[in-house]
């Protein structure tokens, strides 16, 4: 039987306006959604486009050379994510993560680095700037990100051993241009390196504890996560989800972990220390149960995808057009339009304050019915 082709253009339709409705306070730094968490942390994808295949995230039957991906004129400008940023975090944005697709093909992507790093919170703190690769460009850019201001890199790996790891990425990319990236990145001082391992059981359930071995004692944070039933393109079966407990069960075969409290609030990552002979933690891995555990109830992220539009959840399935607020176009004379810092400040309010997501909470009671011919939003779009 063919393998079922599933188009995802309807990410691409642009979202009502957001400037209606009453003016809401000025930003405190405080805003808070529906359910009471705070806006922390925002995630930027700066590109849909990936040098990878990998078939939990961008299979090469769906994102093959006919795929269209977005034109250069519809993702977002550099100024423009950066006069976002600064509304956000006059929200309370502390964090920001670029993501992508692979955020270092995006070119240039140092001079948008350098932008974001003159930013200040509200209490003129840096903001803790980040970024999630594939690894595969870390070698040669890490000293030039490094020296725009961004301050760690998290890269994803899904094995050690070269045929499980092509068979996973299915570009032929080799482990050792991965691992001579993260070397890079420690080398100039882009960390703590997280490294994040997506599991699939039958696929590469076998690399769990070389992987373990590699890293521990490297300074590297090892993390394992649940394959996730993110979008409609990757075909997710949940007999190949490897739960987290099988996972830390696998480890404990070899290792003796002890438990590590949560690092931040919203941490998706439960922690474990490697212990040494007097029981001392020397390392850690993290293990995140994106679906064997409900994870919503203190989710302080927002995502902005590449051309502009703000998700309020991984899985959510439509997104909010911050870039039509952005480029409202002219008026019936002709006259460009403008929009102030002060009604994105609104909107974002507006969009935040009604939010009440909690998909993975609700994934346990079946309560997940989509509108009518609208799926949730793929991964690769908005980041992970």
Same mark, same amino acid.
């Given at each position: 039987?063919?393998?079922?082709?599933?188009?995802?253009?309807?990410?691409?339709?642009?979202?009502?306006?957001?400037?209606? #409705?009453?003016?809401?306070?000025?930003?405190?730094?405080?805003?808070?959604?529906?359910?009471?968490?705070?806006?922390?942390?925002?995630?930027?994808?700066?590109?849909?486009?990936?040098?990878?295949?990998?078939?939990?995230?961008?299979?090469?039957?769906?994102?093959?050379?006919?795929?269209?991906?977005?034109?250069?004129?519809?993702?977002?400008?550099?100024?423009?994510?950066?006069?976002?940023?600064?509304?956000?975090?006059?929200?309370?944005?502390?964090?920001?993560?670029?993501?992508?697709?692979?955020?270092?093909?995006?070119?240039?992507?140092?001079?948008?680095?350098?932008?974001?790093?003159?930013?200040?919170?509200?209490?003129?703190?840096?903001?803790?700037?980040?970024?999630?690769?594939?690894?595969?460009?870390?070698?040669?850019?890490?000293?030039?990100?490094?020296?725009?201001?961004?301050?760690?890199?998290?890269?994803?790996?899904?094995?050690?051993?070269?045929?499980?790891?092509?068979?996973?990425?299915?570009?032929?990319?080799?482990?050792?241009?991965?691992?001579?990236?993260?070397?890079?990145?420690?080398?100039?001082?882009?960390?703590?390196?997280?490294?994040?391992?997506?599991?699939?059981?039958?696929?590469?359930?076998?690399?769990?504890?070389?992987?373990?071995?590699?890293?521990?004692?490297?300074?590297?944070?090892?993390?394992?996560?649940?394959?996730?039933?993110?979008?409609?393109?990757?075909?997710?079966?949940?007999?190949?989800?490897?739960?987290?407990?099988?996972?830390?069960?696998?480890?404990?075969?070899?290792?003796?972990?002890?438990?590590?409290?949560?690092?931040?609030?919203?941490?998706?990552?439960?922690?474990?220390?490697?212990?040494?002979?007097?029981?001392?933690?020397? #390392?850690?891995?993290?293990?995140?149960?994106?679906?064997?555990?409900?994870?919503?109830?203190?989710?302080?992220?927002?995502?902005?995808?590449?051309?502009?539009?703000?998700?309020?959840?991984?899985?959510?399935?439509?997104?909010?057009?911050?870039?039509?607020?952005?480029?409202?176009?002219?008026?019936?004379?002709?006259?460009?339009?403008?929009?102030?810092?002060?009604?994105?400040?609104?909107?974002?309010?507006?969009?935040?304050?009604?939010?009440?997501?909690?998909?993975?909470?609700?994934?346990?009671?079946?309560?997940?019915?989509?509108?009518?011919?609208?799926?949730?939003?793929?991964?690769?779009?908005? #980041?992970?």
């Amino acid at each position: 039987m063919a393998e079922r082709v599933i188009p995802i253009t309807d990410l691409r339709q642009h979202a009502p306006s957001l400037l209606a #409705g009453a003016a809401v306070p000025a930003p405190s730094g405080l805003l808070s959604d529906a359910l009471g968490r705070p806006l922390r942390d925002l995630r930027i994808s700066v590109t849909d486009r990936c040098n990878f295949r990998c078939s939990y995230c961008m299979p090469k039957q769906v994102f093959d050379k006919h795929y269209e991906f977005l034109p250069h004129a519809e993702l977002l400008s550099f100024e423009e994510i950066t006069r976002l940023t600064r509304v956000f975090v006059a929200h309370g944005v502390q964090k920001i993560r670029l993501t992508g697709g692979e955020p270092l093909l995006r070119r240039h992507l140092e001079a948008l680095i350098a932008m974001l790093a003159e930013i200040r919170t509200p209490t003129g703190a840096a903001l803790d700037l980040t970024l999630t690769t594939n690894g595969s460009l870390l070698a040669r850019k890490a000293q030039a990100l490094k020296d725009a201001g961004l301050q760690r890199v998290t890269v994803s790996l899904d094995g050690l051993d070269d045929a499980v790891f092509k068979r996973m990425n299915d570009v032929d990319f080799p482990v050792a241009d991965v691992l001579a990236g993260i070397e890079a990145a420690r080398a100039v001082g882009l960390g703590p390196i997280k490294v994040n391992m997506v599991v699939k059981r039958g696929t590469n359930d076998d690399q769990i504890l070389p992987m373990a071995r590699h890293f521990r004692g490297s300074g590297v944070t090892l993390r394992f996560i649940e394959y996730m039933d993110v979008g409609a393109t990757n075909g997710w079966r949940m007999d190949e989800v490897m739960p987290s407990a099988a996972v830390l069960a696998r480890l404990r075969e070899e290792f003796v972990l002890t438990p590590l409290s949560p690092s931040v609030t919203g941490e998706t990552a439960e922690r474990w220390g490697y212990a040494d002979e007097n029981g001392q933690p020397q #390392g850690e891995i993290g293990l995140i149960s994106s679906v064997t555990q409900a994870f919503c109830g203190d989710c302080n992220r927002a995502r902005l995808s590449t051309e502009g539009k703000l998700y309020t959840c991984l899985f959510a399935h439509r997104g909010h057009d911050l870039r039509g607020l952005l480029r409202p176009g002219a008026d019936s004379a002709g006259q460009a339009l403008t929009i102030s810092d002060e009604q994105l400040q609104d909107a974002i309010a507006r969009l935040w304050g009604g939010r009440a997501d909690r998909y993975s909470q609700l994934r346990a009671t079946n309560a997940l019915p989509l509108p009518d011919g609208e799926r949730r939003v793929e991964m690769h779009y908005i #980041g992970g």
